[in-house]
């Protein structure tokens, strides 16, 4: 079991940065994801949960409130929408991920949501099996990702 705590302002920078050096590749040529991490995390109607191991980070998700047009229109208040979830490459597989998305469904049941959605690339698959031990399912919208990647959208009632 991990410790899983909201991430204090000081450590936004941090936590891009592992989500940056866990997406490898991906997360240096994504264009202007890791920006809008940033943003986003900096709303009031966020929460950036983070997990750390002897000092230091080592995996963040994003919990943000649920918005239609795909976050770019009205809130949903039942709604928690979840993005950037980084497990540091070296402790990957090993069940933070799982606790991360756990404790964000968690926050989103206690603040009274019923609702929790997410979007992940199509050739993911190891985060495909891990969503789906989460409880999520596809909901058949398919969209692209900054780089133009096909990305499956999920969701699980709680």
């Given at each position: 079991m991990v410790n899983i705590r909201p991430a204090r302002p000081e450590e936004l920078d941090a936590a891009i940065a592992l989500w940056v050096e866990a997406n490898g590749e991906i997360g240096v040529s994504a264009t202007g994801h890791h920006e809008n991490l940033q943003i986003w995390?900096?709303?009031d109607d966020a929460a950036l949960l983070v997990t750390e191991e002897s000092g230091s980070l080592v995996g963040m998700l994003l919990c943000l409130q649920g918005?239609?047009?795909d976050g770019l229109g009205?809130?949903?208040l039942a709604l928690t929408h979840l993005t950037g979830l980084a497990v540091?490459?070296?402790l990957q597989r090993v069940g933070i991920g799982q606790e991360l998305v756990?404790?964000?469904i968690k926050e989103a049941?206690?603040?009274g949501r019923n609702r929790v959605t997410l979007w992940t690339r199509e050739e993911n698959d190891v985060a495909r099996r891990l969503f789906d031990r989460c409880?999520?399912?596809p909901t058949g919208r398919r969209g692209a990702d900054e780089r133009g990647a096909i990305t499956l959208h999920f969701e699980r009632a709680i």
């Open positions: 995390a900096n709303r918005r239609t047009d009205d809130v949903i540091l490459p070296n756990e404790a964000a049941r206690r603040t409880g999520f399912l």
